[in-house]
């Protein structure tokens, strides 16, 4: 296998993109593996600036939750100047590996959504605030070793003052990039925009890509069974950029109160049972008052009975106001008869119409062939 600059030994290929290759290499001077991205076509002259400007940015960062950038470096192979950024390499399975093979209950997605939103919540405290510009699954890496989120490939990370590398029309992942990347337009909530739309296809199973409806995000079909919390949160989150959250601190503290997404709690309580009989005799019988007074004395079996045949001398169930379970039935069922025997009476009708012109015309050639007889 080649090595690179007498130290890194490429092993194989991870990945390929539009305008990446990823390599798995090791680092022959620490004996560690690590991730080397090769620009795919080569930078041209004029270019070189603008990607030592992206590198150097990457150089910078030094947050536990995003992978460092150890080196970077310019080889020519072929005649072609091929930029290389050397990575730390990360044991784990990205979140989009982990969507396909696992359902998420509500209370992971929230978990999930509340740690990717805290690393950006880290990249907008620099001076000037760190956009990624391309925060998807595919694009996060749970580390194996303690389950935390790492944020992934910086090739398209900018600063926010950045108004020529920064401002690129169209960077992004289809479905996954805010409205106004498509116009080269970034703003401090485009990765806010980003992670909610990682928080929809978490919670919905739904791809973003087949929600889209031309460049706009057709969400809310999809969204109809989810608590209102989320409804309200995603609503804020996917919202045209001046209706968004501000930044992810904003969206982070709504998703951070302590019931978001919980079921509205209902009384466990259960009331005495001489409290339900109370109600039952108020609902039957209204115009009885309640016992207040000692309780009344028990009567003997004959007694009961006596009393029960006078009452009801047919031994069949008291009147009461309960309505009879069945009138509603018979009404609909009568309802329906009457609209039968309408409808069967105005085909008649016209069945009667359209014969009439039939009858005299039979009628009429009948007399004239009597006639000429």
Known sequence: MSILQDRYKLINVVAEGGENVVYLAKDTHTQERVILKR???GLAPENRNTWQR????LKQLHIDTVAKV??????VSDMVAYGYVVQQYIEGETLDKEFHRKRYTSSEVLTIIQDILSIVCQLQEFSPPILHRDIKPSNIIRRQQDDTLILLDFGLATEQQDR?????VGVGTLGFQSPEQLFGQPTLNTDVYSVGVIALQFLTRKEPQSLLWGNILKWE???????????DWLTKTLAPTDERFRDAEDALSVLLQSDFGQKAKTATTQPQHTSQKSDFQKKVHPSIPQHKGPPPRTKSKSAQQSEDKLWNPTHQQP??????????????ELQKTKQMLVASGCSFFF??????????YFYNKKKRLETNR
């Open 164 to 168: 020529e590398f920064g401002h690129t």
């Open 54 to 57: 992206e590198t150097l940015l």
């Open 221 to 231: 079909s999809s969204a109809q069974f989810l608590h209102k919390d989320w409804k």
């Open 319 to 332: 009147p009461s106001s309960i309505p009879n379970q069945y009138s509603n039935l018979e009404d609909e």
């Open 39 to 41: 620009t795919k076509n």
């Open 351 to 360: 069945l009667g119409l359209f014969a009439v012109p039939f009858i005299i």
């Open 70 to 75: 150890y080196d970077t470096f310019v080889h």
